[in-house]
C-alpha cells in the first residue's frame, strides 16, 4: 500500500517572553505566552523498513541532530515493531530565529507517525515524549493542524480541513507546563529575521536577571487577548532576551525600530531571537510594511495567526 500522511507545523511567535531565574537543571524559569502562526512546514511521511529525513533546505540535517528525528526515534522505538519511516520536510520556516521551526517538526512527526501507523498513543503520552525532545516541543504538539492522508491504492484521501485550530498557551517552567488561552486570530503580523542565526543556549547562557529592567505585565497582556483588543495586545508584547540577542545581532534593534516607524504598535523579538514581528490592526500599514522591509531582509512575512481558533 502507497500511503502519504502531511501534516503541517506552524511557527510559533512569543508574545511575551519572562524568565523568572535560573533552576537547579541549568534551564531557565519561563513565563510566555506562545501563538501559533500561519507560517508552515510540511511534513511528509511514508511507511518504510527503516528511518530517513529529508528536506529541500540546506540548513536542515538530516541525521540525530534533526529534532524530527530525534522524535521519530522515540515513537517508532517506544510504541512501534521494527518499522522505520521516511520523512520529508518542506522547509519554509526560517532556522536559529526563535520561530520553533525544529520544534514544530519533532512535534508534527509524533502527531503524524500517530495517525499513520494507528498508534493510538493518548495525548498526554505524546506530551511526555515531546517534552524529551526540547523546550518548545509540548506547546508545538497543541492545536489541530490540516492533516492529509493519501492512500493512493484504495484512492482514499482524508483531509481534516473542517477543524484546523492553532493554539495560544501561557507556558511556564521549560515551557512544558501549558495554560491555553482563548483563541483570538491576528490577522496581520508582520516577521522580519536578519540574515543572521542566534543559537538559544548561548542567548539564556548570557541572561542575568538583574539586568532585566522592563518585563511583560502577563496580567495586562492576558486582560487585551481576552477583551481582542488587537492595538492594546500589541501594546503588552514583551521579552526579555531581546537586550542580550541584540548584543550579538544589533539588527534586531534596526528592524524593531523600522518596524515601529512603519506603523506597527510594537515590534518583538520572538523567543530567543533573531526573528522580530510586529502585531498591525490593519491591512494598509501592514502590507506597506511588509513591501518596505522585504527590500531590506529576504526572510520577511506577511502572516496571520494558525487556523481560525475555536
Ligand atoms: O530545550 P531546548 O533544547 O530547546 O533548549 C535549548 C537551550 O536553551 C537549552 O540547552 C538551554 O541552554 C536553554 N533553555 C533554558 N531554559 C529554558 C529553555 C531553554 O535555559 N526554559
Request: net charge negative; aromatic share 8%; charged share 20%.
Amino acid at each position: 500500500m502507497n500511503k502519504t500522511l502531511m501534516i503541517e507545523a506552524p511557527a510559533k511567535i512569543n508574545l511575551t517572553l519572562d524568565v523568572k531565574g535560573k533552576r537547579n537543571d541549568g534551564y531557565h524559569e519561563l513565563e510566555t505566552v506562545m501563538h501559533q502562526i500561519d507560517l508552515v512546514d510540511r511534513i511528509y511521511i511514508q511507511p518504510a523498513l527503516n528511518l530517513s529525513v529529508k528536506s529541500n533546505s540546506p540548513d536542515i540535517p538530516d541525521d540525530s541532530s534533526n529534532l524530527a528525528y530525534q522524535a521519530a526515534r522515540l515513537i517508532l522505538d517506544n510504541y512501534g515493531r521494527g518499522e522505520g519511516a521516511a520523512i520529508f520536510i518542506e522547509k519554509n520556516i526560517p532556522v536559529g530565529a526563535g520561530l520553533a521551526g525544529g520544534s514544530t517538526d519533532a512535534a508534527a512527526v509524533l502527531k503524524g507517525i500517530n495517525i499513520l501507523y494507528e498508534y493510538d498513543i493518548p495525548f498526554e503520552s505524546l506530551a511526555n515524549i515531546s517534552a524529551q525532545i526540547g523546550s518548545d516541543v509540548p506547546f508545538c504538539l497543541q492545536g489541530n493542524p490540516r492533516i492529509i492522508v493519501d492512500e493512493t491504492v484504495e484512492g482514499n484521501v482524508l483531509e481534516n480541513d473542517q477543524n484546523i485550530k492553532g493554539s495560544t498557551c501561557v507556558a511556564r517552567g521549560r515551557g512544558e507546563l501549558l495554560t491555553s488561552l482563548p483563541a483570538r486570530f491576528l490577522p496581520w503580523i508582520l516577521i522580519v529575521k536578519p540574515d543572521f542565526q542566534l543559537s538559544t543556549a548561548e542567548v539564556y547562557g548570557k541572561f542575568k536577571i538583574d539586568q532585566i529592567h522592563t518585563s511583560p505585565d502577563l496580567h495586562a497582556f492576558i486582560k487585551a487577548w481576552e477583551i481582542y483588543d488587537i492595538i492594546e495586545i500589541s501594546h503588552f508584547c514583551e521579552n526579555v532576551l531581546e537586550t542580550i540577542s541584540a548584543v550579538l545581532c544589533p539588527e534586531v534593534m534596526l528592524i524593531k525600530k523600522k518596524m515601529e516607524r512603519l506603523g506597527a504598535k510594537k515590534a518583538t523579538m520572538s523567543g530567543s531571537g533573531p526573528a522580530v514581528f510586529g502585531v498591525f490592526d490593519g491591512p494598509e500599514d501592514a502590507l506597506m510594511a511588509y513591501r518596505v522591509m522585504k527590500q531590506s531582509y529576504i526572510e520577511t512575512y506577511l502572516v496571520s495567526s494558525y487556523g481560525r481558533g475555536d
